[in-house]
């Protein structure tokens, strides 16, 4: 009975003595691993990516929606390019016929000038001739008063006192026909002169109206085709400002491990940005066996991607900010292990 107390009593203080040792060393790892990640720079945690996981695809959705958004702009890119040339087409064609009803308009405002003088030198002229018919009227008149007496007198036959009378209506009649004409003649210098001044925007001559409408609505298509023309420019600069952009992050997000994983299951590794100094590609990589004694080389850096990423601290568990970089590997299971290490063993075992 004795000695079953004593091996209980034993196997007690064995147990505890165990327990004790196992809490002692467990809390002196602890703290060596504290003080460990304190001085070492060298650190990273390797990361497995499979095309299921949820970041893997949701990385793909956000390239693939770039893609359709960068095929979008290079669509309408063509499509206001397209615009701008035809616009460009039109008003060349605009301008030209504007241009070719100025100078239209011009030749004939001028010849319009040149007959509105005409005419008014042709009714000065027949004013002229006019003043000389009535000076030879007020001799008529004269004379046919002495053709009367004269014919009263008997001096002259009938026939003659006759004629004289015919004489004089004619003068009378060409008299009257010249002050028509004088008043017809100012009319039309005056109708010209009206027909050369709408040709030049400030006349009111219903039957050239018209032209000078159609002249306006050409001014007004032209500055609506220089505004249209300014708009789609600015268009075409900032689609192609977007479109290169665009480009520069698609190139980013495509040169990634996440699309690397979309196909098959790829492992980086996380590297905080206070170690990120120690990452060259082409650098060996050391997996350990106990986190970080007993090293071995596992592999080499194969690139560094620059897109910032988030994880945990392996011992305080805080979140940090690094990057991730591409390994390859000597065997695969090696990037499953807790930790690796660049570029030298961290304990030199």
């Known amino acids: 009975m004795k000695k079953i107390q004593n091996f209980y009593l034993y196997s007690y203080r064995l147990v505890g003595f165990i327990f004790l040792s196992g809490l002692i060393i467990s809390i002196l790892w602890y703290g060596f691993s504290i003080l460990f990640f304190i001085g070492n720079s060298s650190w990273s945690v390797p990361m497995i990516l499979s095309p299921n996981q949820e970041k893997v695809m949701a990385h793909l959705e956000h390239v693939l929606a770039f893609e359709h958004e960068i095929t979008k702009n290079k669509s309408e890119m063509i499509a206001a390019t397209q615009a701008l040339k035809h616009k460009n087409q039109l008003l060349v064609i605009n301008q030209s016929l504007l241009e070719h009803i100025n100078q239209s308009m011009s030749y004939q405002s001028l010849q319009y000038d040149k007959a509105s003088q005409d005419f008014k030198n042709l009714s000065q002229?027949?004013?002229?001739?006019?003043?000389?018919?009535?000076?030879?009227?007020?001799?008529?008149?004269?004379?046919?008063?002495?053709?009367?007496?004269?014919?009263?007198?008997?001096?002259?036959?009938?026939?003659?006192?006759?004629?004289?009378?015919?004489?004089?209506?004619?003068?009378?009649?060409?008299?009257?026909?010249?002050?028509?004409?004088?008043?017809?003649?100012?009319?039309?210098?005056?109708?010209?002169?009206?027909?050369?001044?709408?040709?030049?925007?400030s006349g009111n001559n219903l039957k050239l109206i018209d032209k000078v409408i159609k002249k306006v609505e050409l001014e007004g298509q032209i500055a609506q085709l220089k505004s249209d023309i300014f708009s789609l420019e600015l268009t075409v600069k900032h689609l192609n400002r977007n479109i290169k952009k665009k480009t520069r992050v698609l190139a980013l997000m495509t040169n990634s491990p996440y699309i690397l994983a979309t196909k098959k299951a790829t492992t980086v590794a996380f590297v905080p940005y206070s170690n990120l100094k120690k990452v060259t590609v082409g650098e060996p990589v050391f997996s350990c066996f106990l986190d970080m004694i007993l090293c071995y080389k596992s592999g080499y850096v194969l690139s560094v991607y620059a897109a910032e990423e988030y994880a945990k601290h392996p011992v305080f568990k805080s979140d940090i900010k690094g990057q991730l970089i591409g390994i390859v590997f000597n065997q695969e299971t090696d990037g499953q292990k807790k930790l690796l290490f660049l570029k030298s063993k961290p304990l030199l075992i």
Request: proline share 0%.
């Open 125 to 201: 002229e027949k004013i002229t001739n006019v003043k000389e018919l009535n000076k030879l009227t007020s001799k008529m008149k004269k004379q046919e008063l002495i053709i009367d007496k004269e014919l009263k007198s008997g001096l002259i036959t009938k026939q003659e006192a006759l004629l004289a009378h015919i004489n004089w209506n004619k003068l009378l009649s060409n008299v009257i026909d010249s002050k028509v004409s004088i008043h017809d003649l100012k009319k039309r210098s005056l109708d010209y002169a009206d027909a050369a001044s709408t040709l030049n925007g």
